[in-house]
Structures are given as structure tokens and as C-alpha cells.
């Protein structure tokens, strides 16, 4: 294998079983109560670990999870409090459009109870680093436009996007279909609450799916440090 070891667990790559796990966490997280349950497992350290993943489609979808969790305050306040700023920030200047806008969706969210002169500092962070080739403009507030649809989707998504292509057919294919979960995700069906709660386990020490990740740089704003 030329030097790299690769987990199969069934035959399946490991990194596919993260990925499917935490889209379908994604998907699921667009319900306020499924949202709930979520963070109560204590998944959010998890999520931030996974940020650092070198796999761009694991990079979208603990990305995307975020982006739904911090939906809360609590949450939101979660994502911060592990750490999450730096590998996001990081994530803005991905190739990866969709991984892009949803660190800048995260990051967006995460500031909304900061102090005004903090959220147009973060306006032209998330301006100059994500929209380079559509500029766009503050509204009254200051606060940069970025339109968090109903759905949750940040602004930018497209169904046809290739960055939302499924990893079924591999990741090194540049023409895949879309991700079966996307459809449903797109096709306006959300969960509901009627998921138990009782029995379910805490995810927060589930290391053995992140093993093999780089450790972050927590080097990586230090403007955001000055106000945090």
C-alpha cells in the first residue's frame, strides 16, 4: 500500500463510515430536538477533531454538523469554547467551496453575540477569504450578508456542486453523482423528534475514528484572540 495503512471495517474504509456516520448526523441536525440529542452525547469535541482531517469530504460534513449545531447558543458556545476558530478559519481558504462555506457559516453563527466592532472585523475576514470572486457587501447592521436559508444551508450551495458529490464511487473521481444523503437532505424531509433518548452513548471519547489525524495550529488567527 505503499507505506499508508488503510482500516477497513467490513471491507469499508474506515474514513467512508466517518464520513457516512457524521453526514447522516448532519442531516439529522436540522431538527431542533435532533439537535438536542446530538449535542447531549457530547459529540461536538468529536466534530472540532475532525475538522483537521485531511479527507475533504470528512472536512464538509463535521463542517456541515457544526454549522446546524451552532444553530444554538449553547452549542455555538461549545464549538468556541473546543477550539473550533482556528481549524475553521483554516477551512475558509479551502479549494473545497463547500467546505469553505460552512466554516464561514460556523464562524458566522459563532459571532453573533460578539461585540459589533468583532463581527465587521469577521465581515472581512469571511469577505476576503470566501467570496474572492463575488464580493459581497455588509447590510445596515454591518454584519456580513450571509443568508442562512431555511434549510441551514449557508449561502453558495448548489445542488450541483462538485464538492457535494458522493464518496461511493471513490475520492479520487472528479465525476461522481451526488451524495444520496444530499438528495434526501435537498428533498425537504426532516427528521423527527420521535428518536429515543434513553441508552444512547456518549461519542465524546470515540478516538479510535479520528486516530491518524494531524494535531491543528492553534497558531492560525491571532486577531481572533484579541477579542476572545
Given at each position: ?209 479520528i486516530d491518524g489525524l494531524p494535531p491543528g495550529d492553534s497558531n492560525q488567527l491571532a486577531w481572533f484572540d484579541t477579542d476572545l
Open positions: 500500500m505503499g507505506g499508508t495503512q488503510q482500516q477497513f471495517v467490513e471491507g469499508v474504509r474506515m474514513e467512508e463510515i466517518v464520513e457516512g456516520c457524521t453526514g447522516a448526523l448532519h442531516i439529522l441536525a436540522r431538527d431542533v430536538h435532533n439537535r438536542i440529542v446530538i449535542r447531549g452525547l457530547n459529540t461536538i469535541p468529536l466534530f472540532v477533531q475532525l475538522l483537521y482531517s485531511p479527507i475533504e469530504n470528512i472536512q464538509r460534513v463535521a463542517a456541515g454538523v457544526l454549522c446546524e449545531l451552532a444553530q444554538d447558543k449553547e452549542a455555538a458556545e461549545a464549538i468556541e469554547a473546543e477550539g473550533a476558530t482556528a481549524p475553521l478559519t483554516e477551512l475558509l481558504h479551502s479549494r473545497n467551496e463547500g467546505v469553505a462555506t460552512y466554516a464561514a457559516a460556523v464562524l458566522f453563527r459563532m459571532s453573533e453575540d460578539k461585540p459589533q466592532d468583532y463581527k465587521k472585523r469577521l465581515s472581512v475576514e469571511l469577505t476576503s477569504s470566501l467570496f474572492r470572486t463575488e464580493p459581497m457587501t455588509w447590510n445596515e447592521t454591518g454584519d456580513l450578508g450571509l443568508d442562512i436559508g431555511a434549510q441551514g444551508e449557508p449561502l453558495g450551495y448548489r445542488p450541483d456542486d462538485p464538492s457535494y458529490r458522493s464518496f461511493h464511487s471513490g475520492y479520487g473521481q472528479d465525476t461522481m453523482g451526488m451524495d444520496p444523503m444530499m438528495e434526501h437532505d435537498m428533498g425537504g424531509h426532516h427528521p423527527g423528534a420521535e428518536y429515543p433518548v434513553d441508552g444512547l452513548p456518549d461519542l465524546g471519547h470515540a478516538q479510535d475514528l
